[in-house]
């Protein structure tokens, strides 16, 4: 293997490693190896029923970046969302880290529950890919959400509502 071969492999991994992606473009400035992947910004978690813990565990990389002081308010919140046994759960990915989705679809809820305290919950009734894919800003501008849960001391009452028959 050539010296350039060897640092050009080296390169990609470390691209890789970094970002989780690395495209090859040729001297045009066109993708190399055209890809028809369809890239998305979650990460399902294994679906069926499961303890607090074990969602815990799933979230370990997402949840290892909240603060010790904030992760008790993060695990009460989840573990509240989780109590309401969601039939799947995703973590945000690439412009979606800090995002968790907890999805009800037998009630046609979505939650998307932001980590960071002080921000929001948003609550869509249907295409929650679609809807995630945009920013806050489109999803408040455009309506698109059917509840906006902001992390305040009655946070949990107006999720209980949700949830109610």
Not at 4 to 31: S, V, Y
Not at 37 to 61: A, C, T, Y
Not at 88 to 106: Q, T
């Amino acid at each position: 293997m050539a010296k350039n071969e060897a640092l050009l492999i080296h390169a990609i991994n470390l691209f890789l490693e970094l970002f989780g992606e690395c495209i090859i473009l040729d001297e045009n400035r066109l993708t190399v190896l055209p890809s028809n992947i369809k890239r998305v910004n979650w990460k399902l978690l294994p679906k069926g029923e499961r303890p607090f813990e074990r969602l815990k565990q799933e979230l370990r990389p997402i949840l290892a970046s909240i603060k010790r002081g904030k992760r008790s308010f993060v695990d009460k919140r989840l573990e509240r969302l989780n109590s309401f046994n969601p039939e799947y759960a995703a973590m945000g990915i690439g412009g979606f880290s800090g995002y968790i989705l907890m999805a009800y679809p037998d009630k046609n809820l979505f939650v998307l529950e932001s980590l960071l305290y002080g921000n929001a919950t948003y609550v869509v009734s249907k295409n929650w890919e679609e809807i995630a894919s945009l920013t806050k800003a489109e999803i408040l501008r455009d309506n698109l959400h059917e509840g906006r849960i902001i992390h305040q001391s009655n946070w949990f009452s107006k999720v209980h509502d949700l949830f109610k028959d």
